[in-house]
């Protein structure tokens, strides 16, 4: 006799009504040590709140797109609650990777790229999981794909980086910077030109700025 299928829905609620239950179980076992403080308080409050941005996450339905976290809306409200639900895929998807745990500095959220990576990750993981165009096939490539790619680039990008070389000290000037500015901006106009009515033709000859003519003497031709 054929077992039938759960509902996904059903699926994810039974999910999520585990987790709760497992919270319970962490805050019980946490009472007694109130005494200690509290970060027994904190933990138990950052618990309950990781547990409903995993349900909030559970019943959303799977979309195409993902938004992106250098261009998110600079509402306060809606970046805090787009960083509590990836701290909590964090927790429960990704960090069970023992490559991803290890990649992942102590300062991640530091990191504009690295959050990025992440975000896509977690919507990509998503698609792949819930929602009508869920497969085996999307999922696979996540494993296969999508998730080693960007742990090796965290690695590349972050994976060498710690709170300390974000703090700005008097005998550290090489913390990481922000976004670097875009190069060749003064030939814009010049490309725009030649692109709209010759692109036929060679491009534009480099301009060789004056404070370079200054220095290094006339340029050579």
Same mark, same amino acid.
């Given at each position: 006799?054929?077992?039938?299928?759960?509902?996904?829905?059903?699926?994810?609620?039974?999910?999520?009504?585990?987790?709760?239950?497992?919270?319970?179980?962490?805050?019980?076992?946490?009472?007694?040590?109130?005494?200690?403080?509290?970060?027994?308080?904190?933990?138990?409050?950052?618990?309950?709140?990781?547990?409903?941005?995993?349900?909030?996450?559970?019943?959303?339905?799977?979309?195409?797109? #993902?938004?992106?976290?250098?261009?998110?809306?600079?509402? @306060?409200?809606? $970046? !805090?609650?787009? /960083?509590?639900?990836?701290? &909590? %895929?964090?927790?429960?998807?990704?960090?069970?990777?023992?490559?991803?745990? #290890?990649?992942?500095?102590?300062?991640?959220?530091?990191? @504009?790229?690295? $959050? !990025?990576?992440? /975000?896509?990750?977690?919507? &990509? %993981?998503?698609?792949?999981?819930?929602?009508?165009?869920?497969?085996?096939?999307?999922?696979?490539?996540?494993?296969?794909?999508?998730? @080693?790619?960007? $742990?090796?680039?965290?690695?590349?990008?972050?994976?060498?980086?710690?709170?300390?070389?974000?703090?700005?000290?008097?005998?550290?000037?090489?913390?990481?910077?922000?976004?670097?500015?875009?190069?060749?901006?003064?030939?814009?106009?010049?490309?725009?030109?030649?692109?709209?009515?010759?692109?036929?033709?060679?491009?534009?000859?480099?301009?060789?700025?004056?404070?370079?003519?200054?220095?290094?003497?006339?340029?050579?031709?």
């Amino acid at each position: 006799m054929t077992t039938p299928r759960k509902d996904p829905e059903f699926a994810r609620a039974d999910a999520v009504a585990g987790l709760a239950r497992e919270v319970d179980e962490l805050r019980r076992a946490v009472d007694p040590l109130r005494d200690v403080g509290g970060r027994v308080d904190d933990l138990g409050q950052l618990v309950g709140q990781l547990t409903d941005a995993v349900a909030a996450l559970s019943k959303r339905p799977s979309a195409a797109t #993902a938004p992106s976290w250098l261009l998110l809306p600079t509402d @306060p409200v809606a $970046v !805090e609650r787009t /960083l509590g639900e990836l701290c &909590a %895929w964090l927790h429960a998807v990704f960090l069970r990777y023992p490559d991803g745990a #290890a990649a992942l500095p102590e300062c991640w959220l530091r990191h @504009p790229e690295v $959050v !990025e990576e992440l /975000l896509w990750l977690m919507h &990509a %993981w998503c698609c792949a999981y819930q929602g009508k165009a869920a497969s085996v096939q999307l999922a696979g490539d996540w494993h296969d794909r999508q998730r @080693p790619g960007v $742990v090796r680039r965290i690695r590349v990008n972050a994976g060498s980086c710690s709170v300390e070389r974000h703090q700005t000290r008097p005998d550290w000037d090489q913390y990481p910077s922000g976004a670097a500015p875009v190069p060749g901006l003064d030939a814009v106009g010049a490309i725009a030109r030649w692109w709209a009515a010759g692109r036929d033709d060679p491009a534009p000859e480099p301009v060789t700025p004056p404070a370079a003519i200054a220095t290094n003497g006339a340029p050579h031709r």
